[in-house]
Antibody
Framework: QVQLVESGGGVVQPGGSLRLSCAAS????????MHWVRQAPGKGLEWVTF????????NYADSVKGRFTISRDNSKDTLYLQMNSLRAEDTAVYYC????????????WGQGTLVTVSS | QSALTQPRSVSGSPGQSVTISCTGT?????????VSWYQQHPGKAPKLMIY???ERPSGVPDRFSGSKSGNTASLTISGLQAEDEADYYC??????????FGTGTKVTVL
């Protein structure tokens, strides 16, 4: 069955960096686009970034553009999110989610990893 | 990339119907037939309930239905059940891989 497992969350100081990973299994990872979506404590969902199945194209929410970088290693079935210049408002649970093939939605989600930006 | 507008909360008794609205703009909801809805129970990951405005993934009960008119999409839950109590989020494609989520609605089963 499809599984997405995020890791790499933790506590980081403002201005610091963190890299999240999302290990995929149960499907052909290299055939699917992938997203990162985040949720601040007690708040709603916010789309963060997307990468095409082959890594050839990406886009970012304005709130993270220039600070976050999405990437993937299809040989390792793993998605990444490099987060630099972190701010308090980046504190959230970060979910990786699979783009439904041929559709514009998210059909499978990981369990999330918590990132806390605090001094 | 402003969040889509949803009511903070809706409620209904078991067996009743509730409808959640999701209002955007012509750049997102009104511009594409790519509205999806997600159910989220506390402490859990979101679950896809509706995609492409009104399509249900396999396994989602037919009590859940979606529609759209202009810049506003709607999710209707008919025959409300206790397990439907959760937060619900709409989401719209907004071009160039960008997606916008709604503000979220808490559904309470009385």
């Amino acid at each position: 069955q499809v599984q997405l497992v995020e890791s790499g969350g933790g506590v980081v100081q403002p201005g610091g960096s963190l890299r999240l990973s999302c290990a995929a299994s149960g499907f052909t990872f290299s055939s699917y686009g992938m997203h990162w979506v985040r949720q601040a404590p007690g708040k709603g969902l916010e789309w963060v970034t997307f990468i095409r199945y082959d890594g050839s194209d990406k886009n970012y929410a304005d709130s993270v553009k220039g600070r976050f970088t999405i990437s993937r290693d299809n040989s390792k079935d793993t998605l990444y999110l490099q987060m630099n210049s972190l701010r308090a408002e980046d504190t959230a649970v970060y979910y990786c989610a699979r783009k439904t093939g041929g559709r514009y939605c998210f059909d499978y989600w990981g369990q999330g990893t918590l990132v806390t930006v605090s001094s | 990339q402003s969040a889509l507008t949803q009511p903070r909360s809706v409620s209904g008794s078991p067996g009743q119907s509730v409808t959640i609205s999701c209002t955007g703009t012509s750049s997102d909801v009104g511009g594409y037939n790519y509205v999806s809805w997600y159910q989220q129970h506390p402490g859990k990951a979101p679950k896809l309930m509706i995609y492409d405005v009104s399509e249900r993934p396999s396994g989602v009960p037919d009590r859940f239905s979606g529609s759209k008119s202009g810049n506003t999409a709607s999710l209707t839950i008919s025959g409300l059940q206790a397990e439907d109590e959760a937060d619900y989020y709409c989401c719209s494609f907004a071009g160039n891989y960008i997606h916008v989520f709604g503000t979220g609605t808490k559904v309470t089963v009385l």
